[in-house]
């Protein structure tokens, strides 16, 4: 994480004049995979992981580990557009492990934003990604979504984070709704709850 900010912190202040995208991902439900098929296989997942991110971005990019299960990326001299078609399509790779001669998949969330037109430092950069971070997390994962201002990368509160890890440790399925007759809104659905209605994510 050091190292990663540091080489951020230098591309930054050394080429202000472009535009660059800064990347948060993590592995979803990554600690029910350590739970279940041991930390010996999270580890591979991790690696198997961080060497598709170096297949796919290691010709413009500064990767990096900030620990756990969450990734880094700064993609050079670049901007949303020209790399929303890479990032989706890296977010949606068909990625399994192995356990016991059976694979299993897995899948991950990102979030993104750009500089200068997200942020005006890199410790904003990676705020904003972190906060689209977080709202894909909040829409139910295994996506990717880009900044906008409407994310507050200062929502990432404790009742935020209470009310994801409660709600998929329950043994049911739920949904908070906004019953407006003109501006009706899912505000959260759990994962069983998604599971059930036969959708991919929120």
Known sequence: RMGFNEQLDIYISENGDKNCIGILLDVDD????????GHGVGDKVLKHLAESMRDTFSD??????????????????????DMRQKIEGFCKMNRVFRYKGEEY???????????????????????????????????????????????DPEVRTQLGFALRDISENLP???????ADYTDDEILFANSELIRLAGCENI
């Open 30 to 37: 990554f600690k029910i995979i350590n739970d279940m098929y």
């Open 60 to 81: 413009n990019a500064i990767l990096g580990r900030n620990g756990g299960d969450e990734f880094c990326i700064l993609l050079k001299d670049c901007n949303v557009e």
């Open 105 to 151: 998949t897995y899948s991950i969330s990102m979030g993104y934003a750009e500089y200068p037109v997200h942020a005006k430092s890199q410790l904003q950069l990676m705020h904003c990604a972190d906060a689209a971070l977080y709202e894909v997390k909040l829409r139910g994962k295994k996506g990717s979504l880009v900044y906008d201002e409407g994310f």
């Open 172 to 178: 049911g399925a739920f949904i908070i709704y906004k």
